[in-house]
């Protein structure tokens, strides 16, 4: 079996162990993110007998959904935790899927393993964009589809990124913003020569709160990135309130009607 090999090393190992750390409160956000995995599954166009990975799975919502259209799924996750929860879901819907503790940027699997490559908000996360691409391009077969729903740097999942940047210490030299998985123009390039019938949509995921402070404390509660900056600020008040300010600022602007806009990315290709 043909896999990328990783240095020990690695100036990213650090960075990633806070990644499986920080992304272990994620599973109450399943419920958000359930919706929008039945649209990656539809618009990846899974069918019975496709043999499936689901990069960056979470709690497995992409990959039961895809095992119960009948395919042969795989998931994989840094964070055990959540892949325990996937664990459960599967066993909760009665599909068979194989759940894999690994990392994006070297895959465990061998060179064009599977017919459908996908990713929901999950390896816009991977430090090296070239590094994770160039995997799930490897294990996927030629003509095989790859498929993926990603946040907008200019919509309110990638400004609340953009806010918790300016909190938290500077990722590795190297380090790509995940929001920018979220520009058309930037997923053309990262894909580059190796895809055809690369093909964009935009969808909508609704996050539902009795104020712009119920969801922002939600996100608090479940999105690592913010868990982090929060934990720093602890022993800075000040700055903990001019945090929570801005981030119940960017929420209002996309509140209403007790629901938050995420409006998303999804992008689709298939291997040359």
């Known amino acids: 079996m043909e896999t990328n090999t990783v240095s020990q090393t690695d100036p990213f190992t650090q960075f990633k162990t806070m990644q499986r750390e920080g992304w272990a409160l994620f599973a109450p956000l399943e419920t958000l993110t359930t919706p929008p995995a039945a649209t990656l599954v539809s618009f990846a166009g899974i069918r019975d007998g496709d043999k499936v990975l689901d990069v960056c799975c979470g709690t497995g919502v992409v990959a039961v959904m895809a095992a119960r259209r009948g395919a042969q799924v795989s998931g994989l996750d840094l964070t055990p935790a959540l892949l325990e929860r996937a664990r459960v879901n599967a066993r909760q819907a009665g599909v068979p899927v194989e759940f894999t503790e690994g990392d994006v940027e070297n895959l465990p699997f061998a060179d064009a393993s599977f017919d459908v490559v996908v990713s929901q908000f999950g390896h816009m996360f991977a430090p090296r964009p070239n590094v994770a691409i160039a995997e799930m391009l490897r294990v996927l077969k ?9 946040w907008p740097p200019e919509l309110f999942t990638g400004k609340m990124f953009s806010l918790v ?64 900056v929060v934990q720093l600020l602890q022993d800075n008040p000040e700055r903990l309130r001019e945090f929570r300010a801005a981030l119940e600022q960017i929420t209002e602007t996309y509140f209403h009607d007790n629901q938050v806009r995420q409006d998303y990315l999804l992008s689709r290709a298939v291997k040359k």
């Not at 030629?142 to 990603?150: D, E, K, L, V, Y």
């Not at 995940?178 to 520009?183: E, S, T, V, Y």
């Not at 930037?186 to 609704?206: A, C, I, M, N």
């Open 165 to 228: 940047g300016q909190y938290l210490p500077s990722p590795p030299a190297g380090a790509a913003p995940p929001p920018l998985w979220g520009n058309p123009e930037v997923v053309r390039e990262r894909l580059g020569g190796s895809v055809t019938q690369l093909t964009f949509d935009r969808d909508r995921l609704l996050a539902s709160g009795l104020s712009p402070r119920h969801v922002a404390i939600k996100f608090e509660e479940t999105a690592a990135p913010v868990i982090k």
């Open 142 to 150: 030629p003509g095989g589809r790859i498929a993926f729903s990603t």
